[in-house]
């Protein structure tokens, strides 16, 4: 069984600032962990995946996350806020050979002028 | 490359009523899964189909079920509508022979309205 937990369901940051959204996760497979970003009105856009080749992963848009295996944990980071990171943003698990993508209920991301 | 498209975008039905919806996937893409998005649930999963078949199911109702056709192309039904049944329904698409590893596609959903 798999399960997401996203710590947080809206996060406010100022233009310029750190964004950090956090994600913990539980697998009983090697995980296969995905974070997701949804605009209003549209479908979710791929940010990153880790799959196993590296703990630190870059993404578009000048996002990371790290993958945590002690900690259960996959945080999404980005040094720099921008106006146009404001949406939502999933945390997502899925393994072995399940395409099942098991999501977090999402954190809100609001960036202020 | 054209993305995954999905028809009606909207859609309004009366309770009772059924719907079908449709999802054409990313050429080359033989992996097609639906996603049921609400306020309340979250995003569930409901089902993946590869090559017309169903490969696995999430926890939904028979109510729920779908089909994939040899182009790839599938469909998903919901028969006699619920309140509840109101959602964004979300397809995503992959080549579906990686394993879970592999990056889903996902378009740009169907609301779904039920009065």
């Known amino acids: 069984a798999q399960s997401v937990t996203q710590l947080g369901s809206h996060v406010s940051v100022s233009e310029g600032a750190l964004v950090l959204l956090r994600c913990n996760y539980s697998?009983?497979?090697?995980?296969?962990l995905f974070w997701y970003v949804q605009y209003p009105n549209q479908g979710l856009q791929l940010l990153l995946k880790?799959?196993?080749?590296?703990?630190l992963v870059k993404g578009i848009n000048g996002f990371e996350a790290e993958f945590k295996k002690s900690e259960t944990s996959f945080h999404l980071t980005k040094p720099s806020a921008h106006m146009s990171d404001a949406a939502e943003y999933f945390c997502a698990v899925s393994g072995g050979s399940n395409y099942k993508l098991t999501f977090g209920k999402g954190t809100l991301l609001t960036v202020n002028p | 490359k054209a993305g995954v498209t999905q028809t009606p975008r909207y859609l309004i039905k009366t309770r009772g009523q059924q719907v079908t919806l449709s999802c054409s996937p990313i050429?080359?893409?033989?992996?097609v899964s639906w996603y049921q998005q609400t306020p309340g649930q979250g995003l569930q999963f409901l089902f993946e189909y590869f090559s017309e078949t169903q490969r696995n199911k999430g926890n939904f109702p028979g109510r729920f079920s779908g089909r994939q056709f040899s182009n790839s192309r599938s469909e998903m039904n919901v028969s006699t509508l619920e309140l509840g049944d109101s959602a964004l329904y979300l397809c995503a698409s992959s080549f579906g022979t990686g394993g879970g590893q592999e990056t889903q596609y996902f378009g740009p959903g169907t609301r779904l309205l039920v009065l």
């Open positions: 050429s080359g893409h033989r992996s």
């Open positions: 697998s009983s497979v090697p995980p296969y």
């Open positions: 880790y799959t196993s080749a590296a703990t």
